[in-house]
């Protein structure tokens, strides 16, 4: 089994910024996707951004430019970087692990990210 852990979630003002953090512990495999999704009251989960083991990204159009995300794989962990945060970035931000050979999801607890105007 793999755990992924959140860490990095809180309350910020509007501009502000917050650094989340997700380690991946248990069964790991080498090919694997790692991401961010966030899922705000009464919308559905959707992808924030996300990175391959190589280092490739992808991020949803609302967030380009103000959110990176990286990763240290001697560390199996992914961050991300939130920057010029908004009220409607406002979510439980959850740590996915995709394993490309199975195409099995892994998910972590979740962390709130509430941002104020």
């Known amino acids: 089994q793999v755990q992924l852990v959140e860490s990095g979630g809180g309350l910020v003002q509007a501009g502000g910024s917050l650094r989340l953090s997700c380690a991946a512990s248990?069964?790991?495999?080498?090919?694997?996707?790692m991401g961010w999704y966030r899922q705000a009251p009464g919308k559905q989960r959707e992808l924030v951004a996300r990175?391959?083991?190589?280092?490739?990204?992808d991020y949803a159009d609302s967030v380009k430019g103000r959110f990176t995300i990286s990763r240290d794989n001697a560390k199996n962990t992914v961050y991300l970087q939130m920057n010029s945060l908004k009220p409607e970035d406002t979510a439980v931000y959850y740590c996915?692990?995709?394993?490309?050979?199975?195409?099995?999801?892994?998910w972590g607890q979740g962390t709130q990210v509430t941002v104020s105007s």
């Open positions: 996915n692990k995709l394993n490309v050979i199975t195409s099995i999801n892994y």
């Open positions: 248990g069964r790991l495999f080498s090919i694997d996707v």
């Open positions: 990175i391959t083991k190589s280092g490739n990204t």
